[in-house]
């Protein structure tokens, strides 16, 4: 064999290398969606993307609009904080909460949306700092791989005061009964969903 | 053998198809059917749909505060119902329950009842177990349970939104006439279901 012919040791050479091409490692972006744009992108479209962090971000949202403009900032603040301080500790320690922690969140946020309830600065701000804690854990945890991390954590938190703003502050001015209505009845569909969801949580086993 | 040029490129094309792409493994596989799935399930059988639309006719002819709590009322406790369904109790009869949601929905609004707010709420609210434990739980395999939910919720939110939208002819008489009519309609379809349930 000569000339033009492949001699088989070309053959192997050929063979080998696109064995190892095949199989060079590359990244497995398990469960995340990425931008191309970087760590902070990938992290404020995970939260966008993410419907279980964010119905119930919005519900809270909706919930302190109802009560009005202080309530409004109280959670602009504290959500997105706490969100922070879950985060770092997902982050660092890497575990999980059940499924059922997602479906109890829309069905309290959503219920409470629902029910229009005169709720106090105080519970608030606890509610606030409950779900970003919890949800902040989750996504820390979730985030914990090196190429997103602490930083698309940022962007999950910068997503989460986002949407909080733009929200509360949809809410807050609107006084006509029937437009608090829809925002009651979008609380009301929360709920209905959570509820749906505790069921699948129980059918699952988790 | 002999193998020219050609078996060289093929080599090295085979090579390059066989190159690893990004694994995206598991990305968000089935969220968008599970969504659609979900949406169209309450709009796939006739006994529900008449059902939620009668409910948000019966909320319009009684004003408000029914006519948004019947709507709000009925995807909660339909939910619940799921739920229920979902945790494996079971509920006997459940194709009568909705039937006769049908017959009672369409039979209050024929007959423009007009009952204290608790009793309507009470109504709808089980018949909404009957169509939850029914319909929430048939979430095909592979598919986000979560999108499921809220493309169902929406869904029957949407539907109680068209009979609460047509409800607001009863503001003029013709459209009273109307309303009736179709709730006659919504009665003899449910009877056509409880045959059907029955039979």
Redesign the interface.
């Known amino acids: 064999m000569s000339g033009p012919t492949m001699r088989w040791p070309h053959r192997l050479v050929a063979v080998i290398g696109g064995l190892t091409l095949a199989s060079c490692p590359s990244r497995a972006a398990a469960h995340l969606v990425t931008t191309g744009l970087g760590p902070l992108y990938d992290g404020f479209l995970h939260f966008a993307l993410t419907p279980e962090d964010l119905v119930p971000v919005l519900a809270l949202a909706l919930l302190a609009g109802l009560r009005g403009v202080t309530h409004g900032r109280r959670a602009l603040f504290v959500l997105p904080a706490a969100w922070l301080l879950g985060g770092v500790i997902g982050l660092t320690v890497q575990g999980g909460l059940s499924p059922s922690w997602t479906a109890l969140s829309f069905v309290l946020l959503g219920g409470l949306v629902a029910s229009d309830a005169r709720l106090s600065f105080g519970a608030t701000t606890l509610l606030a700092a409950l779900l970003g804690l919890g949800h902040g854990y989750l996504n820390g945890s979730t985030l914990a791989q090196p190429w997103l991390g602490a930083v698309g954590l940022l962007g999950v938190v910068a997503a989460v005061f986002t949407l909080v703003a733009l929200a509360a502050s949809f809410v807050v001015p609107l006084r006509a009964v029937w437009a608090r209505v829809v925002v009651r009845v979008a609380g009301s569909w929360i709920a209905a969903i959570g509820l749906l969801l505790i069921g699948w949580a129980f059918r699952s086993g988790t | 053998m002999?193998?020219?040029?050609a078996?060289?490129w093929a080599?090295?094309l085979?090579?390059?198809l066989?190159?690893?792409?990004?694994?995206?493994?598991?990305?968000?596989q089935g969220q968008a059917a599970g969504f659609f799935t979900g949406l169209g399930h309450p709009v796939s059988g006739l006994d529900h749909v008449l059902a939620m639309i009668a409910v948000g006719l019966w909320g319009a002819q009684l004003g408000?505060p029914a006519i948004?709590i019947l709507?709000?009322t009925f995807?909660?406790v339909?939910?619940?119902g799921?739920?229920?369904?979902?945790?494996?109790v079971p509920l006997p009869g459940v194709e009568v329950g909705i039937a006769a949601s049908a017959i009672l929905l369409g039979l209050a609004v024929m007959s423009a009842l007009r009952p204290p707010l608790a009793a309507a709420v009470v109504l709808v609210g089980l018949f909404g177990i009957f169509h939850g434990h029914a319909h929430?739980?048939e979430?095909p395999a592979g598919q986000s349970?979560?999108?499921y939910?809220?493309g169902?919720?929406?869904a029957t939110?949407c539907l109680h939104g068209v009979g609460i939208a047509v409800g607001l002819i009863h503001r003029w008489l013709w459209g009273q006439t109307l309303l009736r009519a179709a709730g006659a309609v919504v009665a003899l379809a449910g009877v056509f279901f409880m045959w059907r349930a029955i039979a």
């Not at chain 2, 002999?2 to 040029?5: C, L, N, W």
């Not at chain 2, 799921?82 to 494996?88: A, I, S």
């Open positions: 002999k193998r020219g040029p078996g060289a080599l090295a085979l090579a390059v066989m190159w690893a792409p990004p694994a995206h493994a598991h990305v968000q408000a948004w709507p709000v995807p909660m339909m939910a619940l799921g739920m229920v369904g979902l945790l494996g929430g739980t979430l349970a979560l999108l939910s809220m169902f919720v929406i939110g």
